[in-house]
């Protein structure tokens, strides 16, 4: 078990340029969350997959922003025409639902900046 | 709606105690504590369902009034490895139970000094 793994780990953009993140979530969790993260906020829900189906994505979620886990197994985010406010600390989560554990197991994260 | 943490920031003495308080608005079916420090990932504390059921790690204990929609996070007897932030997330009881999705709080700052 190697733990939930994010890449790239930083992300320097510019304005309007697309970028897209991956994340390996540890093997054979059926769930798997995206959140993002500001400076001194908690961590911010933004979609979550159950396998590969996609079962919510938040509200404040922009259009400029989608999300596919292909094969139920590893996940991509992407954003595309970046803008300065998506400067932010992107977490994925997975977890063995179903299975009584009820821990999110969060990744080391990437964090994006938009110049 | 984002759950309200209380207090932002404490300084404990090792050995010290704290209580970290969260609330919320919302009907609850969950609240997840998780600890982040500077720089690194937020680590799971303890899970408190609806019904009474919690499953955490040893050393931490904590609380869910469900009727007033709040729980708090004891903290005794703290080392200096319990530096961090604090973060509540709570899964509402109207967003399909079990879903696990987690509106998170601003957060509780804890320094524990020697």
């Known amino acids: 078990d190697t733990g939930v793994s994010q890449n790239p780990r930083h992300k320097i953009t510019k304005r309007g340029q697309n970028v897209t993140f991956r994340c390996d979530p540890i093997?054979?969790?059926?769930?798997l969350y995206w959140y993002r993260q500001t400076l001194g906020q908690g961590p911010e829900f933004l979609t979550y997959?159950?396998?590969?189906?996609?079962l919510e994505k938040s509200r404040l979620l922009s259009d400029r922003f989608s999300a596919e886990r292909p094969k139920g197994s590893f996940s991509t985010l992407e954003i595309q025409r970046t803008e300065q406010g998506d400067s932010a600390m992107y977490l994925c989560?997975?977890?063995?639902w179903g299975s009584g554990d009820y821990e999110q197991y969060f990744g080391p994260g990437t964090r994006l900046t938009v110049t | 709606q984002q759950p309200v943490q209380s207090p932002q920031a404490v300084i404990l003495r090792e050995g010290e105690d704290a209580v970290i308080n969260c609330s919320s608005s919302?009907?609850?079916?969950?609240v997840h504590w998780y600890r982040q420090k500077h720089g690194e990932a937020p680590v799971f504390l303890m899970i408190?369902?609806?019904?009474?059921e919690q499953k955490g790690h040893e050393k931490i204990s904590a609380s869910f009034n469900e009727k007033k929609q709040q729980s708090s996070l004891y903290l005794t007897a703290s080392q200096l490895s319990y530096s961090g932030t604090y973060f509540c997330?709570?899964?509402?009881?109207?967003?399909?139970?079990?879903?696990?999705?987690?509106?998170f709080g601003k957060g509780t700052k804890l320094s524990v000094i020697p």
């Open positions: 408190l369902l609806k019904g009474g």
């Open positions: 093997s054979e969790h059926n769930r």
């Open positions: 989560a997975s977890s063995p």
């Open positions: 997959f159950q396998n590969e189906a996609q």
């Open positions: 997330g709570t899964e509402s009881a109207y967003s399909g139970a079990g879903s696990y999705q987690l509106t």
């Open positions: 919302k009907a609850l079916y969950s």
